[in-house]
């Protein structure tokens, strides 16, 4: 079998339109696709060497210790979701966390505000409780470093449904997404309530984690202070600390001992929560469990539009739907929406849906947009979506998760599905922007703009995670860029042809960001649904893109890169600067990472492959237990992830290094 343009170093070499146009054929042509990723010799495929399978910390450990000692460098995935393909990455040793212990099951905490006036421990112990009641919250949940949101909202659905519903995850739509990766990125809970409680980043309380120099390390705030004066809801972080385990060999977590760190550990652990919290996974280490914030439970209610008994007179007023949803949210005054009713809902950009938790004046909301635009008779194209209980009532369900586990999709059965189905290959050339709700109040007619040039597949609308808290529940020390605490909803803007590009640098990008810095260029896209073909715009004009019949290796030197136009000029050289100081060995490079791009990641990269021949293979490391058994508890005995050949690996994304 042949493949089109084929390559072995990242398809550097390429033109965007080659690239584009082969990846194209893999989506349209499903045997093509077939056939492509069948054989393991393609030299496209971006499969790591081995693959290890840790159960618990010490696998972990070993797993990094053994990858420095013979200079190899290590890719992390839980579930393969990210858009960039960061958990995947040809001849790297691949740790696959989905076997690793699962804590969520009975990892809910209520914690007792009789502690308030106690200090933090030296060894963490009560952290997690302490921060969480200084944000006036008395829940957590920790959830392993290999569980993804199916098992963390199980684990809060069996506990509400037994003793009471009283907590609220907030989280991904896809049950099969992790929050091992889906956090790091910034986190978009569209679904989940990100305008009440806060964006992924914002939950985290404590992380545990295996960093790069081999050390298993728990850290988080340790020093905070009242910041309500200046609009937000959360303590500003002032300090992190950090401790270190001191017999990383054990298994057994009872027995784990945490304490101060050696005088040579040279890591910062407030530049490290500000870097790992928004400056993406599979970069920084492995992070082994992380403690979430849980918050109070609020009635569900479901809202989609023309689902339930469709018809083609509500089909047609489709982008009217798209308008109600976009004022409703973001632009409330428009239809007499109070703040708070408009909090209380938000949305994923697929399918045409409304999610809110608490009050909320939707349907009212939508008689008084169709009397504005002469369309009263179509009221019924939104209904609210029932289920049926036990008893075979219908009610509205208990929440986004418990909805998502009914159906007949048998993928799925008893779980939280995904929301919508992945695919196999991401949207290489689809980006988010950060659509600034300061330049949406300028004009009621910025609105209707963005909307008429976002993409419309269907009854597709924009991303609505953003405004009320996802700006004021942050802590301040994270590395989100500030785009998505100041958007007013992300909007997929296509760069499938080159007009559409041209006409986004240099018309809406002008309008929207302040570029008259032309040091500094503004963070633009999101980062949780960013294709791994985005780039910004050329270097020396940011009003014209990147040329398409340029290769990659020169739009990578040309142009703005992909991580620029995500986190801005100033907050990526912060974090390249985190890198390069706690991580100069680059074990963990993977693709469009923090730091990938930098020439000592290079140079890194090319050691590890002059080091790595055949002659000198590395001894293999020791098997312990069962390698397919699934842990059920902290304690798990060690089965330390037969390596197994990556040919096995079905998910696959191209390398695009």
């Known amino acids: 079998m042949s493949w089109p343009r084929a390559s072995k170093n990242g398809h550097v070499n390429q033109t965007f339109d080659q690239l584009f146009q082969d990846i194209q054929s893999l989506i349209v042509d499903p045997s093509y696709f077939e056939s492509w990723t069948s054989d393991p010799t393609n030299p496209s495929l971006n499969l790591p060497s081995k693959v290890l399978f840790p159960v618990v910390a010490s696998d972990v450990v070993a797993a990094v210790n053994f990858a420095k000692e013979n200079r190899l460098e290590i890719s992390v995935k839980n579930s393969g979701h990210s858009y960039q393909g960061a958990s995947s990455k040809k001849d790297t040793l691949l740790l696959n966390m989905n076997r690793y212990t699962h804590y969520a099951p009975t990892g809910i905490t209520d914690c007792d505000a009789s502690i308030l006036d106690t200090t933090v421990a030296e060894d963490l112990s009560n952290h997690p409780c302490l921060l969480s009641l200084a944000k006036n919250k008395t829940s957590l949940i920790r959830v392993g470093g290999g569980e993804n949101f199916d098992k963390a909202y199980r684990a809060v659905i069996a506990v509400n449904e037994e003793g009471g519903y009283k907590y609220h995850l907030v989280g991904g739509a896809a049950g099969t997404v992790s929050p091992m990766g889906w ?147 973001s632009a409330l005054s428009l239809l007499n929406v109070t703040k708070e009713h408009s909090l209380a809902c938000g949305s994923p950009d697929h399918p045409p849906v409304i999610h809110c938790y608490g009050e909320e004046d939707v349907m009212q909301a939508w008689a008084r947009f169709l009397d504005l635009t002469n369309l009263t008779d179509k009221v019924a194209c939104i209904g609210e979506v029932l289920v049926e209980n036990n008893e075979g009532v219908m009610q509205s369900p208990k929440g986004f998760a418990e909805n998502a586990l009914f159906g007949d999709d048998y993928r799925f059965t008893g779980k939280v599905r995904d929301s919508p189905t992945p695919s196999v290959i991401g949207g290489p050339a689809f980006a988010g922007v950060l659509v600034p709700q300061s330049w949406l109040d300028e004009s009621e007619e910025n609105m209707k703009t963005v909307l008429e040039n976002g993409v419309q597949i269907g009854s597709a609308t924009p991303y609505y995670a953003f405004g009320g808290a996802a700006a ?135 050691e590890n492959e002059e080091s790595s021949p055949a002659a000198a293979e590395p001894e293999p490391l020791p098997l312990s237990g069962n390698p397919f058994d699934v842990p059920s508890g902290a304690s798990s005995v060690s089965s330390f992830a037969a390596a197994i050949s990556a040919t096995t690996v079905v998910y696959v994304l191209i390398n695009m290094v």
């Open 183 to 329: 956090t790091w990125q910034g986190g978009l809970p569209g679904t989940m309530a990100a305008r009440l409680y806060g964006l992924g980043v914002d939950q985290v309380v404590q992380v545990e984690m295996v960093l790069p120099n081999g050390v298993h390390v728990k850290f988080g705030p340790t020093e905070w202070e009242d910041a309500s004066a200046d609009g937000f809801t959360v303590p500003r972080t002032k300090a992190v600390s950090g401790v270190c385990r001191s017999n990383p060999d054990e298994h057994d977590e009872e027995k784990w001992i945490w304490e101060r760190c050696p005088e040579d550990f040279d890591i910062d652990f407030n530049d490290l929560y500000f870097a790992i919290r928004g400056g993406g996974g599979g970069t920084w280490g492995v992070v082994t469990s992380v403690y979430l914030q849980l918050h109070d439970y609020l009635p569900y209610t479901f809202y989609a539009f023309n689902a339930l008994a469709p018809t083609e007179e509500c089909s047609a007023i489709t982008p009217q739907f798209s308008e109600f949803k976009a004022k409703y949210i």
């Open 472 to 606: 004021s529940a942050s802590d301040q020390a994270n590395s989100l860029s500030q785009a998505h605490r100041d958007a007013a909803f992300m909007m997929s803007i296509s760069i499938s042809t080159a007009d559409e590009e041209a006409k986004f640098w240099g018309n809406l990008f002008p309008q929207m960001f302040d570029i008259s810095d032309k040091t500094k260029f503004p963070p633009v896209f999101g980062s949780n649904h960013a294709g791994y073909l985005t780039t910004g715009p050329l270097k020396e004009d940011w009003t014209k893109p990147c040329p398409r019949e340029w290769t990659l290796k020169e739009r990578r030197e040309k142009c703005i890169s992909f991580q620029e136009a995500i986190y801005g000029t100033e907050r990526l050289e912060r974090l390249e600067a985190i890198k390069k100081a706690v991580y100069p060995q680059f074990v963990f490079n993977c693709n469009h990472c923090i730091g990938n791009n930098l020439p000592e990641a290079s140079k890194s990269q090319n």
